[in-house]
């Protein structure tokens, strides 16, 4: 469970949001919807007390496992070498890994459809197959809490749907779940909770209320219209940008 009590962030001595308070609880998703520059990685990181509140409070109940936009490896690990990294929490000090934590990063390998790539070197991945390594690598850590910034960003819209459901499974697991994504469909999609980081202020609530043509279109600066398609038996949401 992660819980927000009258939050506020800030970053260069600027006010990025103030006096949020919400809760994701296990099984719960949220979604952190804003523009390039907002603050999102430094609100994501603030719930992971890698930078200090600039008022009220975090609670974790638990370990968070965190993805980043970005993971760059100073080593030459092969990808299931990295993957392995996220046991490290379960291990006694100075301890190894064993085959049981080998055989769990290689089931969350599974998991994103990359094991095949196990013997790889990381760096030689594409930044789409990096991700997915970091995300099996925090799916391997067993947290009770995973952190995503971007998930999708670096991914084709094959991978971003294999993305959004395992998150969906992880939650129905009973992980919470938060991510920032700049694709309001996938928050649609997803999460019950949205958190909408607009120019000027910041709103958090039921992804349905939050989602809508005047939020989406004051939260971007661009006229928005919220959809939905209807596919197989059921409504699949959507978000259709009026371009100038």
Known sequence: M????RLAV???????????????????VLAVLGPNGRGKTTLLKTLLGLQPPAAGTVSLNGHAAYVPQRTD???????????????VRHLRWWASPGPRDREIARECLRAVRL????????????????QLACIARAMASASPI??????SAALDLRNQDVILSLLRRLAGEGMAVVFSTHQPQHAQHIADQTLLMHPD????????????DERLT??????????????????VPGVIPLFH
């Open 115 to 130: 094991e095949h790539l196990a013997g790889r070197p990381f760096h030689a991945l594409s930044g789409g197959e990096q």
């Open 218 to 235: 004051r939260l971007y600066g661009l006229p928005l219209r919220v959809t939905a398609i209807a596919a197989d038996g059921r409504e």
């Open 146 to 151: 995973i952190v995503l910034d971007e998930p």
């Open 10 to 28: 800030q970053a260069g001595g600027r006010l990025l949001l103030s006096d949020l308070s919400l809760r994701v609880p296990a099984g719960g």
């Open 73 to 87: 490896s100073l080593f030459a690990y092969d990808v299931l070498a990295m993957v392995t990294m996220g046991r």
């Open 201 to 212: 202020a910041c709103e958090a609530g039921p992804t349905g209320q939050m989602c809508t």
């Open 2 to 5: 992660l819980e927000l009590d």
